[in-house]
């Protein structure tokens, strides 16, 4: 029997014109030292949430994270019919019910605010589970009548942890995929099965600062004064990224079920969506400002029996521009290299399928054979990667 199938990776090429899609805490653009050459980055955290929202809109699957799980328990009591304020209090016991510690909430004026809880840590959970910890309050709502201020009498959310702490146990497609970090609910945590990578450009960047100015409709239409209502700067950058990603199929088919057949089936479903939500989506910041909207000019997908391999390393020393400009070209031709290289050093049968979509290029034999649309190419590497079960 031949190696088995264990991971997907997944390799991008993406030209990016001017944008700031990743800002840190000062609104600056986000960079890194990489071969003593300065690169735009953008942070796997942040592609990720683009990769998950993406990938949950086009499933219709989603899950919902946040501090402030009573507020939608009280939210969605009210859309059932109750007043307002025993919501919020039923919301308020229920988010101090689990195992999860809590803290009320303050206003601006630093006082607590009743019936309003904080968890220390984000729950994450399906969507529809909101739901069901609607319906603990509707059964005990007689006992969740008292206000919440962080120091009752009584604590009759005491009664309900080990329901509450049930429905917190609760994942859908999205989490199995991408993981939980939930300690203190006894198996809540679920290890994600894919792992992506800090975006980079391949190149040394520069970030510029745009001077930007806002007109006073008013005082431009009485023209008694000269000047703007608003003046400010704002910072950006241009590039051609590489992005990576990996699934792992193991640990996918680990957290979606112990019956193989059944975690293939879903397994398929996807890890086939992470891959193209992976390759179309695109981070949001300044959308109206930059509207970014590019699409990759290369993605290359490889089926691994042995570990998961980026070609970062292809990019340490930065990519030149072309003859006549770009770094679109040589940056697809440092890929192919490096694949075959490194493919060539580890030992090709350990690449079980490798395969390539691109706008432009035709002579990419070190990446395996040329796909006409992305959704053929994840298509060909799901069907080697689940041609059958993980064992």
Partial sequence: MGPRPRFIDIHVVQPVPYANLNRDDTNSVKTMLYGDALRTRISSQCWKRAVREHFQDALGDNALRTRRIGERVADALRARGWEKPLAERAGAHVAAGSSIKWEVAKGKDKQPITNKVLTNALIYLPDDAVEELADIAEEHKDALTTDFTGKPKSKPESALKGKIDTVLLKRNGVINLFGRML????????????????????????????????VDDVTATKGDESGSGHMGTAEFSTGTFYRFATVD????????????????HGARELAGQFLLSFIESLPQAKKNSTAPHSLPHLVHVAVRSDRPLSFAAAFEEPVRPAQHGGYVVRSVENIAAYSHAANTLLGPDRVLHAAHASLQFDKLEHLGQRHPSFDALVASAIDVALAEAPQ
């Fill in 183 to 214: 300690a203190e609910v006894d198996r809540a945590g679920v290890d994600g099965a894919v792992q992506v990578a800090h975006a980079f450009t391949t190149h040394t960047t520069e970030v510029e600062l745009d001077y930007f100015a806002a």
């Fill in 249 to 264: 199929l193991d640990e996918l088919t680990r957290n979606l079920s112990d019956d193989p057949a059944a975690a293939a």
